[in-house]
């Protein structure tokens, strides 16, 4: 059965970076997208960013573009979400999942992941 393991959440002040982390087991990273989400209390998941591992496409919230990066590394089945310029309103679970298939700009954001992780905290002070 497919795994998702996040790692690299913590406190950090307000502007600072963070490196997120999924490490997958028992999937092939072929044919598939991998999206970050993020849910904090009171307020519904929210969609962050995804990367379609085939074509290496990547789509972002409008909230997170130009502060948030998205990566995969195929070999190792891991992929990362950096996270640069980090604001209070960023505070939040972040999960990983996967999706089978590539993804595009409306598509990623649709409820049709599959595999999810357990998440990782985030939380940025101000």
């Known amino acids: 059965e497919v795994q998702l393991v996040e790692s690299g959440g913590g406190l950090v002040q307000a502007g600072g970076p963070l490196r997120l982390s999924c490490a997958a087991s028992?999937?092939?990273?072929?044919?598939?997208?991998i999206a970050w989400f993020r849910q904090s209390p009171g307020k519904k998941r929210e969609g962050v960013a995804c990367?379609?591992?085939?074509?290496?496409?990547?789509y972002y919230a409008d909230s997170v573009k130009g502060r948030f990066t998205i990566s995969s590394d195929n070999a190792k089945n891991w992929v990362y979400l950096q996270m640069n310029s980090l604001k209070p309103e960023d505070t939040a679970v972040y999960y990983c999942?996967?999706?089978?298939?590539?993804?595009?700009?409306?598509?990623?954001?649709?409820?049709?992941?599959?595999?999810w992780g357990q998440g990782t905290q985030v939380t940025v002070s101000s």
């Open positions: 999942a996967v999706d089978y298939g590539p993804e595009d700009e409306d598509s990623w954001l649709e409820p049709t992941y599959e595999y």
């Open positions: 028992e999937l092939t990273f072929d044919d598939v997208s």
């Open positions: 990367i379609s591992i085939d074509d290496g496409g990547t």
